[in-house]
Nanobody, 121 residues
Framework: QVQLVESGGGLVQPGGSLRLSCVASGSILSISAMGWYRQAPGSQRELVATITYDGKPNYADSVKGRFTISRDNAKKTVSLQMNSLRPEDTAVYYC???????????????WGQGTQVTVSS
């Protein structure tokens, strides 16, 4: 089985910074795109940032210039550095990865359990 485990959420004041990390484990043959999504209360889950295997990022307009996504393929990790945080960034943040598992015949998307980020004074 595969696990995606996030860490790094918490409470921060507006203008502050947080760094989220996610590590993938299990019988993973290969990892394609990885990313972060978020879901605020009463809202749909939305894309925050994704990154390809070779490191090309893609960001939601709302976080461009404030958030930076990175990954370490050897460690099977993806991180999200969040700066200049705003109250509207408050949400549960989910890690996502497209994985090819040993014994599988296709790529599949997997999700972490989520980590709460609260931006408030």
């Amino acid at each position: 089985q595969v696990q995606l485990v996030e860490s790094g959420g918490g409470l921060v004041q507006p203008g502050g910074s947080l760094r989220l990390s996610c590590v993938a484990s299990g019988s993973i043959l290969s990892i394609s795109a990885m990313g972060w999504y978020r879901q605020a209360p009463g809202s749909q889950r939305e894309l925050v940032a994704t990154i390809t295997y070779d490191g090309k990022p893609n960001y939601a307009d709302s976080v461009k210039g404030r958030f930076t996504i990175s990954r370490d393929n050897a460690k099977k990790t993806v991180s999200l550095q969040m700066n200049s945080l705003r109250p509207e960034d408050t949400a549960v943040y989910y890690c996502n990865a497209r994985l090819f598992m040993y014994g599988s015949t296709n790529w599949s998307d997997y999700w972490g359990q989520g980590t709460q980020v609260t931006v408030s004074s």
